[in-house]
């Protein structure tokens, strides 16, 4: 196997999330992951949102582990174990001349891994980090086992461990096809449009809760499809029509139409969620609020400036047209959902601070001079919800998976495989 007996190969990948603006909600197959629905998401800047995982093998290492933040969890669960397996029984030889190790396609059954995964935010909050986790691991197993298949079937791998991990496997917007194979085979991502088609989108979160659901998307999916006859409907009749607009919208960069498909479609998939029994409430009063706060703007314009969307979580997702729009969304909401006092504005807004600088908000004193936005009636008291929001992230569409190929980027020590 190596000429040395004593080593450790590692692969460091960074892979970002995605957020559905046509929502999949819903399994034809609970173990294999097979949804009752095609849906459509956009990538998010990786410097911004995004999971990086180091993967080591080592003849010294004694079982598969796994640290995910820092800490260690177990590896037993069926969605790991489908995600190795697949791997590996497509693991190819692997030579580096350089450490002197040969690995044989055979020997990858009986060498064990060491894998450091970490989140850039919040994890299991609504904001996909499964999603980038599964499709990151998946990844970089690839590249470290000369898996010779391409990102496409990678997804399929990806697909076993979280759904939406299968489109974080490319840039731009992704689609993944629901498929009709009862293997899942052709159940697959395919990119419709890379991350540079429509880059004057600019993509603002207010991170309403960065706290662990109550509800997790794979409970919630089950009970909706066993208790809500709305989402069939919406499976089968609504979600059809609406992928064939959306692909249109997004291919002729049609932001009006993109808009009005996007938040019908976010509102569809939390109708399904309170018609599920019992109900399962995703969003909250803040989130209501930045609804209408868009909304209001949007009418007042007379043509759509900034399309909302929800996962299974209250976060917001608000993707405006341009970054002149995105300047006037940032200040509208800062308006509404103030820091609270003394708070460092740095760590209010984070990720792309231009868009701060756009607004016109260089400090607190900006924020609290920001006059009512003149879609407000002036005869209507407007109220301030001062800490309701924890933080902003403004971002951008984004780019798929990439390997790190700095040493000091790896999250394992070289020498011991172990966490650094």
């Known amino acids: 196997m190596a000429e040395n007996k004593s080593w450790v190969l590692m692969v460091t990948a960074q892979t970002p999330t995605n957020i559905a603006v046509i929502k999949y909600w819903g399994k034809r197959d609970e173990s294999l992951i097979l949804p009752i629905n095609d849906s459509i998401s956009v990538t998010l800047d990786p410097s911004h949102l995004c999971t990086t995982t180091t993967v080591a093998v080592s003849p010294d290492f004694t079982h598969d582990r796994m640290w995910l ?135 603002l979160i207010a991170v309403v809760s960065s706290r662990q659901k109550e509800t997790s ?19 089968k009749e609504v979600v059809p029509k609406r992928v064939v607009e959306m692909e249109e919208a997004v291919k002729s960069r049609n932001f009006p139409a993109f808009a009005r498909l996007t938040c019908s479609d976010s509102n569809q998939f939390h109708a399904v969620c309170l018609d599920t029994s019992p109900p399962i409430f995703y969003m909250n009063d803040t989130s209501h609020r930045i609804i209408s706060c868009v909304e209001k703007w949007n009418r007042s314009e007379g043509t759509p400036q900034v399309a909302y969307t929800f996962d299974a979580g209250p976060n917001a997702v608000l993707i405006a047209r341009n970054r002149k729009v995105a300047a006037l969304l940032l200040q509208r909401l800062l308006f509404h959902f103030p820091p609270q006092s003394g708070a460092d504005l740095n760590s209010y807004i984070v990720g792309d601070k231009s868009v701060l600088m756009d607004a016109g908000i260089q ?14 009636k002036d005869n209507v008291p407007t109220q301030k919800f001062k800490g309701d929001v924890s ?19 790896a999250l394992l020590n070289p020498e011991t495989g172990l966490p650094k």
Request: aromatic share 6%; with cysteine.
């Open 363 to 376: 400090d607190l004193k900006d924020v609290e001079a920001l006059p009512p936005p003149p879609e407000i």
């Open 391 to 409: 933080y902003f992230i403004c971002t951008r569409p984004g780019r798929g998976p990439v390997l790190l190929t700095e040493e000091s980027q």
């Open 69 to 203: 933040n820092g800490k260690e969890i177990s590896l037993s669960g069926g969605r790991y174990q489908n995600c190795l397996r697949e791997i590996r029984s497509r693991a190819s030889d692997v030579e580096d001349e350089k450490k002197g190790i040969k690995i044989a396609k055979r020997d990858w059954e009986n060498l064990h891994l060491h894998i450091a995964s970490y989140n850039n935010f919040p994890t299991a909050a609504g904001l996909a980090s499964s999603a980038a986790g599964f499709a990151c691991l998946v990844y970089s197993l690839a590249k470290l086992m000369n898996v010779k298949e391409d990102n496409s079937h990678l997804s399929a791998i990806a697909r076993q461990g979280s759904g939406s991990a299968c489109r974080s496997l490319y840039g731009g917007f992704v689609k993944w096809i629901m498929g009709k194979d009862d293997n899942g085979n052709d159940s697959i991502a395919v990119q419709l449009v890379d991350e540079k088609h429509w880059d004057e989108l600019v993509i």
């Open 217 to 235: 998307s794979t409970s919630g999916m089950r009970e909706t499809v066993e208790t809500s006859p709305l989402v069939l409907h919406r499976a």
